[in-house]
């Protein structure tokens, strides 16, 4: 009973959050007012849900700059919590047809989040270069390399996608460690377990000008390992 009164909670708070936010947008046509309803729906989720989120590397980043956020993907609370806690107005890309959920997907389909249809190669290109343009008028842009959550919390194999955004926009990449939320909300459950979540930011890596394939392919590696390396320790 308690899961079903949390669940009915996030729905109505969810969807109260959505009519209000299109309402101001389409009233008054700002779209930086969409990341703070963002992080304020994020964080009374996490409240609700019980689950007690920290961040540490805070101070990696610096205000002034914009970059490519790079994060293991192991629940669907991982959005929320980095929402909640990353202090940069962020921009996530999302699968098309969550367009179709009412009310919250068409806030979706309002927003400055980007709509991507997975299954057509010639419109992952068009994001990409729709992302780079975005990026050069100030935007940061999160990016899960694995593509698809992790079954059992560990980091999976990294796509090349967000090494290439990197390269062509020049960004710097941010690692994102995310540890705990694969057991807050698991892969194919239902079923939300409060507890405690840790966002570890680490030290942004600068891109080498003009790579090679090999330096894309080595900065994949580089990347990955650093989020693994601290993901991985806690499985």
Aim: charged share 20%; hydrophobic share 45%.
């Amino acid at each position: 009973m308690r899961m079903w009164i949390i669940l009915a909670g996030v729905f109505i708070v969810t969807a109260a959050y959505s009519i209000a936010v299109m309402i101001h947008m389409v009233l008054w046509r700002n779209e930086e007012v969409f990341y703070e309803y963002g992080r304020s729906w994020s964080r009374l989720l996490l409240r609700m849900c019980g689950i007690r989120a920290s961040l540490v590397g805070r101070d990696q980043l610096d205000p002034a700059r914009r970059y490519i956020y790079v994060a293991n993907h192991a629940s669907l609370f991982d959005i929320p919590v980095i929402l909640a806690l990353v202090p940069d107005n962020v921009r996530i890309m999302y699968k098309r047809e969550l367009e179709r959920i009412p009310i919250f997907g068409w806030a979706l389909k309002i927003s400055p989040f980007i709509a991507i249809e997975r299954e057509r190669a010639r419109d992952a290109a068009d994001v990409l270069q729709k992302v780079v343009s975005t990026m050069a008028s100030g935007s940061s842009v999160l990016v899960f390399p694995e593509g698809t959550r992790s079954e059992d919390g560990t980091v999976g194999v990294f796509r090349r996608g967000a090494f290439s955004l990197a390269v062509r926009s020049g960004r710097q990449i941010v690692p994102i460690a995310l540890k705990g939320t694969g057991a807050i909300l698991p892969k194919k459950s239902r079923r939300i377990y409060g507890g405690d979540v840790h966002l570890q930011i680490f030290t942004p890596v600068t891109v080498p000008t003009a790579p090679s394939r090999a330096d894309e392919i080595r900065l994949l590696t580089d990347v990955r390992q650093i989020i693994a390396s601290a993901v991985d320790s806690q499985s």
